[in-house]
Structures are given as structure tokens and as C-alpha cells.
């Protein structure tokens, strides 16, 4: 009889104990760190970033490997561990994208050169442009502004050179300044005491017996703010007195002297002998001295106009680009 109830007993017995082991089922926690550590113990998963969650013994795998093997490997881990119910592998491979092997790299670049080389080309002929064009927004220097003096409009100039009609000769060069400024609508074109050339076009010296000396000047250059500029303009001349007239009364006047001491001395013949000698004192005395030279003296102040428009750059406006060159 107790063999009986030993009997019927057995199948209860096991029962328990398979409820007692279910009431013992492990947690997600447990599961979780059971797995974590079983992946980082294998040599090719320990490096990579792999994220590991557990829900009602379900294990979520995201994050990344290296190979497809890799993400195979992990997977059979988790499905192992203790607990598990199911495993949800959200794994990528992304070693093809962020390193490949150097015999893919290579591959790739000379398989497709022109696809990888047109693109720079596009960029680099594009910016270029846009280098050089860069720079000129900042030029700071502008254009300059150009004034035209008319034909006519007076210069007084004043010399610094002396000029002399007996010792100078036509194409000699003398420096002057300008001694007033040229204004135009209020606005100074030309500076007071800018540089100007002037030229000796024709030069006569008065001679023993008749002429006169006579100098003509023109302008020829005018300088200021570092630029030269040509000038055509009118004649300044002056002409000393006539030799001509005062040498016959000096002759004349010589004869006549001449005839009266002849005459007091011999009579009629003594007089043309007085007379012709009388004269020949007077021409003596005459070619002695020569006529009245022209000589025009440092400071003197000589008046032209222009002949023809002149253009230049403005005073103010090159005084205005030196300051901010």
C-alpha cells in the first residue's frame, strides 16, 4: 500500500519542481548583462559598438560591426544565453563604407577616374572666377577725372632762368613757375608754382650799324602732381630799339663837325677834306658799340595764352590719389 501512493506521488512531485523553476525565470537585467559579457568575450565583436536591450526576454541587438560574419556571430550569441525567447538583430555593417580593403580602394579609383576627377574640374573653374574677382571690390583708387582748359585761357609765368638776345640762341630752354593758379568752376586745375619750360623760338642780337635785338618765348611744358604735360600756346616777344636812325645822325653828325673844322682851316677844299674825315670819326665811334640787347632777368613776368585746348588731371584730384596711394 505504500508503494501506492509512492507511485502516484511521482508525477506530482515533478511537477513542483518544474513550477518551482519557472517561478525562478531570469530577469531582462540579467539577460542583458549575461549577453554583453559573452559578446565582449569574443575576440572579433569586443572592439565594435554594440548596444544590447532586453524586453520580457527578447534581446534587441543595434549598433555596428565590421563584416557580415561579425553580425551572424552576435546574433547566435544572444540566441545561447540563458532566458532568451527571441533575438531582434538590428545590427549594420558599415566597414565598406568607412574603410575598405586597399585593394577595393584602388580598385574604385581607377576603375572610375573621370567621374572623380570631373567634378573637381567643375569646382575648380568655377572658383576661380570668384578669386580674382575678389580683390577688386576693395581697389580703392578711382578712375581720375580729366579737365580741359580752353584755347585762349591767359598763363602769366614767371622766369627763372635768364634770358639774354645776345648770348642765347633759338631752341634754348628756360625754367619758369606759374604765378597764379588756373581756376575753372572754383576748382583748381592747375597749382600756383607749378613747373613750366619755356623755349626761345627766335633771338636776333641788334648789330653795329642797323636792327634791333628781339626775343620771342613760348610756352613748352607744364609739370605738376608727377605729370608732364605739353603746352602749345601763344608768343610773348619784345624788340629793343631801332639801330638804324641813330646811327645816320651819329655819321651825320660826324660829317657835318668835320666840314666846319675844314672850312676854318683851308677853305673850301679843307671842308671836304674835314667833312670826309669828320665822318669817318662818326662811323669809327659807331662800330664801336653795338645796338640795345634784350635781356629779360630772373623773376620777370612773361604773359602767353594757349593755342589749343590742354587737358590734365586736376590738382586736387592727384593731390587726393596720393594720399591714398
Known amino acids: 500500500m505504500y508503494t501506492k501512493r509512492w507511485i502516484v506521488s511521482l508525477p506530482t512531485l515533478l511537477l513542483a519542481i518544474g513550477l518551482i523553476a519557472c517561478s525562478r525565470a531570469r530577469s531582462d537585467a540579467e539577460i542583458t548583462t549575461d549577453v554583453q559579457t559573452k559578446i565582449q568575450a569574443d575576440a572579433a565583436l569586443a572592439a565594435d559598438p554594440i548596444n544590447i536591450q532586453c524586453n520580457s526576454g527578447v534581446v534587441v541587438l543595434s549598433g555596428s560591426v565590421k563584416t557580415d560574419t561579425a553580425l551572424s556571430t552576435a546574433e547566435d550569441i544572444a540566441k545561447q544565453v540563458e532566458g532568451v525567447k527571441g533575438v531582434v538583430n538590428n545590427l549594420q555593417v558599415v566597414s565598406a563604407a568607412i574603410s575598405p580593403p586597399v585593394g577595393q ?3 574604385k579609383k581607377t576603375a572610375k577616374p573621370a567621374q572623380a576627377a570631373a567634378p573637381v574640374a567643375r569646382v575648380a573653374s568655377s572658383a576661380s572666377p570668384q578669386t580674382q574677382a575678389a580683390p577688386q571690390p576693395a581697389l580703392p583708387v578711382p578712375e581720375p577725372v580729366r579737365v580741359t582748359i580752353p584755347q585762349g585761357t591767359g598763363m ?8 639774354d638776345s645776345e648770348k642765347n640762341k ?83 653828325g660826324g660829317a657835318a663837325v668835320g666840314a666846319v673844322i675844314g672850312a676854318i682851316a683851308g677853305g673850301g677844299k679843307g671842308a671836304a677834306i674835314g667833312a670826309a674825315a ?32 590742354l587737358t590734365v588731371i586736376p590738382a586736387s584730384d592727384t593731390s587726393k590719389r596720393e594720399t591714398v596711394g
Open 105 to 107: 580602394r584602388t580598385m
Open 278 to 309: 669828320g665822318a669817318g670819326t662818326g662811323t669809327g665811334v659807331q662800330a664801336l658799340t653795338k645796338g640795345e640787347q634784350i635781356k629779360l632777368p630772373s623773376e620777370t613776368l612773361l604773359e602767353f595764352q594757349l593755342k589749343a585746348p
Open 170 to 252: 633759338e631752341g634754348d630752354t628756360f625754367r619758369a613757375s606759374l604765378d597764379s593758379p588756373i581756376v575753372i568752376e572754383d576748382k583748381t586745375v592747375i597749382p600756383k608754382n607749378a613747373d613750366v619750360e619755356t623755349r626761345l623760338v627766335s633771338s636776333k642780337s641788334a648789330g653795329h650799324f642797323t636792327g634791333s635785338s628781339a626775343v620771342v618765348l613760348v610756352m613748352s611744358k607744364i609739370t605738376f602732381g608727377g605729370k608732364t604735360y605739353d603746352v602749345q600756346s601763344g608768343e610773348f616777344s619784345k624788340q629793343g630799339a631801332s639801330r638804324g636812325k641813330r646811327s645816320a645822325a651819329v655819321i651825320g
Open 156 to 163: 602769366t609765368v614767371r622766369l627763372i632762368d635768364p634770358v
